[in-house]
C-alpha cells in the first residue's frame, strides 16, 4: 500500500502515516485494549463519586498517574522543546474539559448512557481534521462514521428498534460537551503524536491535565475527598493506572502510526464495552435495539479497518 506523502499527512516524512501493515495494525488493537479498559471505568467512577466531589477525584486521578509516568519515562524528560510543553498544554486542557464534563455528568445520567454518549466523538473527528487542519477524508472514514452515529443513537436514544427518542437530561447535556473536548483531543494528538513522539506527550499532557483540574476544583466545586474510604482508592487506582498511566501512554504511541479517524472509529467501541460491563453486573438489561447498535459500532470499526484510510490534501497546511 502507499504512504500518504509528508505534505499530505502534515508531518515530516519520517514521521508520517502508514495506510496498511503490521504496524497500523498492532496499533489500532492496542487501541482497541484500552478502549476496553476506557469502558469498563465508567462504573468505576460513577461509585467513587460517593466518596469524593467530580472534578477533586479527576484532579486526584490524573496526579497520580502523571506522577507514575514521570517516574517510568523520566528520561525523556529531559530537555523537552517549547513546541513539545505547547502541545502537551493544549492536549492535557483539553483531556481536563473531557473528563471534567464526563465525571459531572456521571452524577446525572447513567455509566452506560454516559459512555455512549461520549463515543459521539467519533462522528466529530473528521470534521475537525477536515476543518482546521484543511484536510479531506476517504468515503470510508465518513461512512464508518456514519454507521457509529446511528449505532449510538440505537444504544442511547432509541425506546425501540423501530426508533423514537427517549428522555434527555442535564448529565446527557453535559456528556455532548465531553464528546466534544474530546474529539478535538484525538485530532490534536494525531497531528502531535508523529512531530513530537509519544513519551513526552503521554506524561505532559497528564500533568498538565491535573494542574487544570485542581484550579477547576478549586474554582468550581467544595473540595470532597474521602481518604478513608477503601473504594475510593480502588477507583483512583484503577483509573489512574489502567485507565490514564497505561491507557494515555498506549493512546499517544499508537497514534505515531494509526490516524486520527482510526483511533475515533475504534474509540466508538468504548460504550459496548461499557454497555457489557453494565450488564456482567447486574445494572442493565440488553435490548434488541441496544444489541442492534452495537452491531453497528462495530461495523463501523471493521469500515474504517477493511478500507485502508488515505489523507487527501485540500489545501496549504495551516502550519505550512
Known sequence: MTRPTPEASGAPAAASLPTAGPAIWRADLAL????????????????????????????????????????VYRRQLRRIPAAVWGASAILGLLLAIGFGFQT??????????????????????????????????????????????????????????????????????????????????????????????????????????????WIGAAWLEPIHLAWAAPGLWAALGI?????????????????????ASHTAIIFAAEPVFAWLASIAVGVVALLTNQIVGALLVLGAILTIELQPFRWRRSAPHPKA
Open 239 to 259: 483509573t489512574a493506572v489502567l485507565a490514564t498511566a497505561v491507557a494515555f501512554t498506549t493512546q499517544a504511541w499508537a497514534q505515531q502510526f494509526t490516524p
Open 32 to 71: 482497541l485494549a484500552i478502549t476496553a479498559i476506557w469502558g469498563g471505568t465508567f462504573l468505576v467512577v460513577q461509585g467513587a463519586l460517593k466518596n469524593a466531589s467530580p472534578l477533586a477525584f479527576n484532579a486526584a486521578r490524573f496526579t497520580l498517574a502523571g506522577g507514575l509516568l514521570a517516574g
Open 104 to 213: 459531572v455528568g456521571l452524577e446525572y445520567t447513567t455509566a452506560a448512557k454516559s459512555a455512549f454518549l461520549t463515543g459521539l466523538s467519533v462522528v466529530l473527528v473528521p470534521f475537525f481534521v477536515a476543518l482546521w487542519w484543511r484536510r479531506r477524508l476517504g468515503g470510508n472514514a465518513y461512512a464508518g462514521a456514519g454507521l457509529a452515529l446511528l449505532g449510538i443513537y440505537f444504544l442511547a436514544f432509541a425506546r425501540s428498534l423501530t426508533g423514537g427518542w427517549g428522555p434527555v437530561n442535564r448529565g446527557d447535556v453535559l456528556t455532548l460537551f465531553c464528546a466534544v473536548a474530546f474529539a478535538v483531543q484525538i485530532a490534536a494528538q494525531g497531528e502531535f503524536a508523529p512531530r513530537y513522539g509519544f513519551a513526552r506527550l503521554a506524561v505532559l499532557q497528564v500533568v498538565f491535565a491535573a494542574g487544570f483540574t
